[in-house]
């Protein structure tokens, strides 16, 4: 390959066409070559820059063969058939060819939301099956259902035939997974399956297999080879099929109005969950534990509870149990420096008045941008009349893993 890459685009009159047009100019690496477009095309005969505003001396062209006998690299953001039906061809002559075509067809965007809005309406589980590489993504898919608002799990499809096929119940969608539509541990259960009130969507690469000629609803997930260099081992058969099984779950998520705090509801243990779901009250010290003396307290006495505590810091209130100030560990080396006797003064004489505090419902990271925000290490924790209930610093906030 030359210094200069020699750049062909194929679609270049759609959107990306006219992002990648910019770019291939403002590279000093690359040249663009050849530019595609569809028979019908209004661009046809222009050039490939108009609607860049840009002359880049390339007319854009139907005719495939003239565009690939001068690149070497075609970039391709068309059409899953178009992309099919160019690869061979740019295999023949040792083009390289990138693919970012996405979408489906118009049948292929009904599939989907026949399918998304069966499972939507499911009053069941949605159960997920598949065999070898199949069930591997089948795995991942229904857990990421799960997770995302989609009550899924997944069957394995020769434990069903052996008795799992008991976990299946009316009212429940089954996900069958196979790339052939030929399995034969799914083409074993599927009498079964069709004899209850299930609904059934398959997701395989041929329209024509069993799989799909038993199912409710087909979704086509085709490749036109695998990635690996044998064209056996399952790579980018398996990688449409879990793309799929992710648009599914996006389309889901975003019908069931599904939030962030509904996510961590289904990830408690996760650091996300932790810092959605973990509130003040929950890392506070309180009771006995919160490190708090009255304005009268005499200092030497503070100083022996601070040290008691173990948070370097002492909340000081009134008698009544409202916030009246602050007494840090910092404040105390300060006084060292300046007194040489602590005798006569109460913490009142010392005390911060109007500390930083926050209510017990907040969120844990919302402490933590406190903290940051006025550069302190601890805040005290107060309720409606600035009632203290207790303390939190940031060792309790690391030791929870919301940093």
Not at 133 to 140: A, D, F, L, R
Not at 239 to 255: I, N, Q
């Amino acid at each position: 390959m030359s210094a200069t890459i020699k750049v062909a685009l194929a679609g270049v009159n759609g959107r990306m066409g006219k992002v990648l047009v910019e770019a291939v100019a403002a590279n000093p690496h690359t040249v663009l070559t050849g530019a595609l477009e569809h028979a019908g095309s209004e661009a046809l005969g222009l050039d490939a820059g108009h609607a860049s505003g840009l002359k880049t001396g390339v007319t854009v062209s139907s005719d495939i063969d003239a565009v690939l006998a001068n690149c070497d690299v075609l970039i391709d953001f068309t059409r899953p058939h178009v992309s099919g039906s160019l690869l061979p061809r740019c295999a023949e002559r040792g083009i390289k060819m990138v693919i970012g075509t996405t979408g489906f067809d118009e049948a292929g965007k009904a599939a989907i939301a026949a399918a998304a809005d069966t499972i939507l309406n499911c009053t069941g589980r949605l159960v997920v099956t598949g065999i070898g590489k199949s069930g591997h993504v089948g795995h991942k898919i229904a857990a990421t259902l799960a997770s995302t608002g989609t009550p899924a799990f997944f069957v394995h499809p020769a434990e069903a035939a052996h008795g799992d096929l008991g976990m299946i119940v009316d009212g429940d969608v089954v996900l069958a997974i196979s790339n052939s539509g030929e399995s034969d541990e799914i083409a074993a259960i599927l009498p079964a399956l069709k004899r209850k009130n299930i609904s059934l969507i398959c997701i395989t690469a041929h329209p024509e297999s069993t799989m799909a000629r038993h199912a409710d609803i087909h979704l086509t997930a085709a490749v036109s080879q695998e990635a690996c260099p044998l064209g056996l081992a399952p790579t980018s058969s398996t990688t449409a099929v879990m793309a799929l099984g992710d648009a599914l779950a996006v389309t889901l998520l975003r019908a069931r109005s599904f939030t962030r705090e509904d996510f961590a509801l289904s990830h408690p243990a996760g650091r996300l969950g932790k810092r959605l779901l973990l509130r003040v009250a929950d890392l506070m010290h309180s009771g006995d534990n919160s490190p708090a003396v009255t304005e009268d307290t005499p200092l030497k006495d503070a100083v022996v509870i601070m040290s008691e505590k173990g948070l370097g810091m002492l909340a000081v209130t009134s008698q009544g149990g409202r916030l009246k100030g602050i007494l840090t560990d910092g404040d105390l080396r300060r006084l060292f420096q300046k007194c040489e006797t602590f005798a006569g003064l109460t913490v009142n004489d010392v005390m911060h008045p109007n500390p930083k505090s926050i209510a017990s419902d907040r969120l844990a990271t919302e402490a933590l941008k406190e903290m940051q925000q006025n550069h302190v290490n601890g805040l005290l924790v107060v309720e409606g009349d600035g009632i203290l209930v207790g303390a939190l610093n940031m060792h309790d906030l690391l030791a929870a893993r919301i940093l």
